[in-house]
């Protein structure tokens, strides 16, 4: 231990623990890897984080910023000693506008805290992970956590409005969805604190709706249980909850409390909610769907202490696993939704192969499936077949179309299996940015992306991408002469936001027009994969006749133009992947095609705003909705403003030689 | 062997490191941790500790003393063993911790338990002397460099000097001659006079054999050494032990009606009783032993049927805080809100009334600051729901909340529920015969 870390200790108000027990105690998070620091800071506030973290930036010293350290995938644990930066003090919640829907955190505030502050103004907090009463918002905003509600309100970055981050070069600064250019906010959100450590933040609060009504429903199987999920997800009812169990998983909670839940082999809780007429109406549309696909048990409860008896087990589900062993693995992989039953019947064949028995945990509506296999970690051969296990399960969700975590994060355990989500260029592409915001490479580092030359096991990449549309080769093909000539490139939709003159002056204009294709409607799961440089006009003209509704505003121009100009923030909420073009040629899809996904920075929400600059959208991916959302269509012009120091360092991790629509980065139209 | 080595969790019979490893850090008890949440400190969250208890075990700390203050900052209060999905038993983990590290425990508190238990007489009259000179003005002379730490009595001088109104005279002698108490042969109950109420509180005591009377008919008195709760928490465990066989000797010599009910009134030491078996693991007859003589215990708030409890209309607002060794220690919860209900109509609650209130036996002497932090929200919470009177189940709590109350929140006072059916039941007792005569 070489750290002088009084010196540290003199700059800050909080405490810098150094015994042994101390740093023994924040060696592990809720995962299984560990690692000690070499000191931890207990924050006092704001300031005493961007003076530690200015201190180790001085000093070359790694920080891992900290909550409550209930992560699950190995992302609070510093595996490079160090410092931790405990937050848990910083835990004020600064003001709750009710008018504004806004609640004004630290982010050391218990997420549980925050909904007893917003009950009594009617109010609440949407993402609900299941450590809802002791892990912090931070901790929250730094995995972009989930829980059972985000199959309707989305996860914890569908909540946020602006952040106020230290960032690896000690200054604070603050990011908002209101801020022109890239949606930094978006990319820092879900970043594990790899490119800075949230101080403050800006969250959504929702009105508690009039009525709640809970829902139980026993299968014969579990194919016809997510049969169910789809139709009522197809038939427009909007759920709170959409949860699925396994007859393992609920075999062990009947054995644990019993809750009284039905032997079946799969059992459906679901939530509807609105006002009176509302809930009824949904109710009826699930009794209705329940009835169609053979639901042998139907049990209803409007009421706090029946809808309580009634979330009894499946809050239990943990618990009753954790009395069995001394662990458990609790795995967090996503495959689209009508994929689940498949998924779980491979998921046993692979578990079987590794002589582990998971229980299984859905949350159905989204496809985010839960295996929860207990184990003893001091027996490492059983340890070792549970994690061979997690691997295969992930790959395989991989190969069904899905992702490695729908709400957990990557942290340490899940960094290999980047590689087969992620094409090495993507890869590249996240190591860059990284490296833009945190050249020393301090900020909770190895974690989040494969280390350079760390491999899963078995061949990278387990879905190779759809071929390029033809128009999209020879656009891709273009760039990449103009890339060896080193020339500049104007690349633009329609060009309805350029003004003219500017257009006029360039030697060549490329436009992504031409990728004009829906290139996949997954009408089972609302999702479509749409080139560019397709109209917004044409495109929903092409989906609505369908019964299919793309959530962006019907604008003049490609939908490539809306989302890179974003005229209106709320187009955020419905972009889950996109494949693009850098100006090196180099083509790479960023995100995930399922409606759940927390893997990899969110590259897809940081290029909304960023007018071209940063690369060119070649394709989208977004989620659907079965009735016709409440858009806004007629917006003012999107703004363009001179780039900030931190769009200049996402510029030369994504356009290094500078080439990419340079007439975007200039002040105002 | 200065450890248990072996524990009675909630999973069944376990070592300490099969309990400890039990614990599978998932952080679900952080926030239910009163020195956590005053801290946001690791090492000192239930978490914190299994693990730093655990690398004990297994000789993962090259400086086990390093682990000292994390383990002697907790409360033992055991909220997190009941939020705990694996119910792991960081209480007792944690005293395995502290007996690891300091051996058999220190000499002067050594001293003291087996003053108690070998010459009680003496101990009395030492007592009495402290409290005189407490009365006489003396306090610092009797508790600070006086005469009860001279004679190696330094916890109990502490203890001493927290008491508002030394008592004059010691349970045993008040009980004397008391109409609800008769031969043990015949009793409906079996009274164990605890440490707190026998040489402190004993106002709770007199009120526990009165509502114990009117409520179930006659009872004995257990005659009974100290439980030995001191020694195990502080001690040395066989001191402990030597305490638990005294006392299921005694229990066993009283010659009491089959199914008797043995009944005290501090909820710390009630639950302590009520573990013994854990005492014994590796004696099997003592451990049978213990087992009958545990399966009998209940804590008096266990003894307030509330549909036998007088409506006392001049009770004011009244709120529970849940005494940690009856809630987590004894899973007991409901009862003495129930008891409020029935005595004032009505039962506020407290936020976070399962929290500690910093009392925990000696912690609040070892622990000052940290144990007024820990007051001072208890303190608040009791007056958000601007009750009069809180019910409380042991005597460290009651000192603890008396202590707070009169800084903070002089309008409300506190009390154990049995003190409160008493007074209900004397005003009953009054008012009918007032209008008896009228």
Known sequence: MSLPVRELERALSGPVLTCEADLAAYAFDGAHDRARPEAVVLAGGAEDVRRAVAWCAARKVPYVARGAGTNLAGGCVPVKGGVVISLARLNRILSIDTLARCAIVEPGVVNLHLQDAAAPLGLFYAPDPASFKVCTLGGNLGENAGGPRCFKYGTTTNHVRAVEAVMPDGTLERFSLEDPGPEVMSLLVGSEGTLGVITKAWLDLLVVPERVVTILAAFPSLDDAMACVAGIVAAGVSPRVLEAMDRMTVESIEAHIPAGYPKAEAVLLVEVEGSPSESERDLEAVREHC??????????????????????????????????????????????????????????????????????????????????????????????????????ILRLCVELGGSISGE????????????????????????????????????????????????????????????????????????????????????????????????REQAEVLTTRPLASVRKLDRANFIVTAEAGITMAELKALLEPEGFFVPLPLVPGTLGGVLATRPWTGI??????????????????????????????????????????????????????????????????????????WHRRLKRAFDPAGLLNRWAEGAGV | ?????????????????????????????????????????????????????????????????????????????????????????????????????????????????????????????????????????????????????????????????????????????????????????????????????????????????????????????????????????????????????????????????????????????????????????GEPAWRARAEAFAARVKDAVEMLPPERLPRDETLPAATVHDTCRLRHGQGVAAAPRAALKALAGGCREMGRSEHCCGGAGAFAFVHGDLSDELLKAKVAAIADTRARVVAAASTSCLLQLERGLAMYYPECRAAHPTELVAEALARRARTGEAHHHG
């Open chain 2, 1 to 281: 062997m200065s450890e248990l080595g072996r524990l009675l969790t909630a999973l069944g019979e376990r070592s300490s490191y099969d309990a400890a490893s039990q614990c599978s850090r998932c952080g679900y008890c952080e926030q239910s941790c009163p020195t956590y949440v005053a801290t946001g400190r690791e090492a000192f969250s239930p978490r914190g500790r299994n693990q730093l208890v655990r690398l004990m075990l297994e000789g993962g700390l090259s400086d086990p003393a390093s682990a000292a203050e994390a383990l002697s900052t907790c409360l033992l209060c055991g909220a997190c063993q009941t939020v705990c999905p694996a119910h792991v038993p960081t209480p007792d983990l944690v005293l395995e911790g502290r007996r690891a590290l300091r051996g058999r425990g220190p000499a002067l508190l050594n001293r003291m338990a087996r003053l108690m238990r070998e010459r009680p007489e003496l101990f009395r009259s030492l007592l009495l002397w402290g409290y005189r000179f407490k009365r006489w003005g003396l306090a610092d002379l009797a508790a600070r460099s006086g005469l009860l730490r001279l004679l190696g009595l330094a916890p109990l001088a502490e203890m001493a000097q927290q008491v508002k109104d030394a008592p004059s005279r010691l349970l045993d002698a008040e009980l004397e001659g008391r109409a609800e108490l008769g031969p043990a042969s015949e009793a409906a109950w079996s009274y164990f006079a605890p440490c707190g109420p026998r040489y402190l509180l004993t106002r709770v005591g007199r009120a526990t054999v009165a509502v114990l009377g009117a409520l179930h008919g006659r009872g004995a008195r257990s005659d009974n050494p100290c439980c030995g709760l001191l020694s195990f928490n502080y001690g040395d465990l066989d001191e402990a032990r030597a305490a638990a066989r005294a006392v299921i000797m005694g229990f066993e010599a009283a010659g009491l009606p089959p199914g008797t009910p043995v009944v005290g009134d501090c909820s710390s030491c009630v639950a302590f009783l009520k573990s013994y078996p854990q005492l014994f693991l």
């Open chain 1, 572 to 645: 955020r909420d419905c972009v889950l992947s996109m494949r693009i073009l850098l100006s090196d040629g180099t083509v790479c899809t960023v995100g995930a095609p399922v409606v759940k996904s927390v893997a990899g920075y969110d590259l897809p929400r940081l290029l909304l705003g960023s007018w071209g600059t940063l690369a060119v959208v070649l394709e989208a991916t977004l989620r659907l909705l079965p009735r016709r959302p409440d858009v806004p269509n007629d917006l003012p012009a999107p703004r363009r403003s001179a780039m900030g120091p």
């Open chain 1, 408 to 503: 957990h994060g990557i942290g340490l355990e899940k960094r290999a299996a980047m590689a087969w989500l992620f094409e090495p260029e993507a890869l590249a592409l996240f190591r860059r940015v990284k490296e833009s915001f945190d050249p020393l490479g301090l900020a909770n580092p190895d974690k989040l992306i494969p280390l350079p030359g760390e491999a899963p096991p078995g061949p990278a990449l387990a879905r190779s991408p759809a071929p390029l549309s033809d128009a999209a080769v020879s656009l891709v093909e273009r760039v990449r002469e103009k890339a060896r000539s080193g020339s500049p490139l104007f690349v633009i939709g329609t060009g309805s936001k350029v003004p003219g003159a500017l257009r």
């Open chain 1, 291 to 392: 009835g169609r696909h053979g639901a042998t048990g139907f049990r209803v409860a409007r009421e706090t202490p029946e809808r309580d008896r009634l979330w009894e087990g499946r809050r239990s589900a943990y618990a009753a696993l954790a009395r069995l062993a001394p662990n458990v693995s609790v795995e967090d992989g996503v495959v689209p939704r009508d994929r689940l039953p498949e998924a779980a019947r491979r998921l046993r064949e692979l578990a079987r192969e590794h002589k582990v028995e998971p229980a299984l945990l859905f949350h159905a509506g989204d496809g985010n499936l839960h295996p929860n296999t207990i184990y003893d970690e001091r027996d490492r051969t059983q340890t070792e077949r549970v994690k061979a296990a997690g691997r295969d």
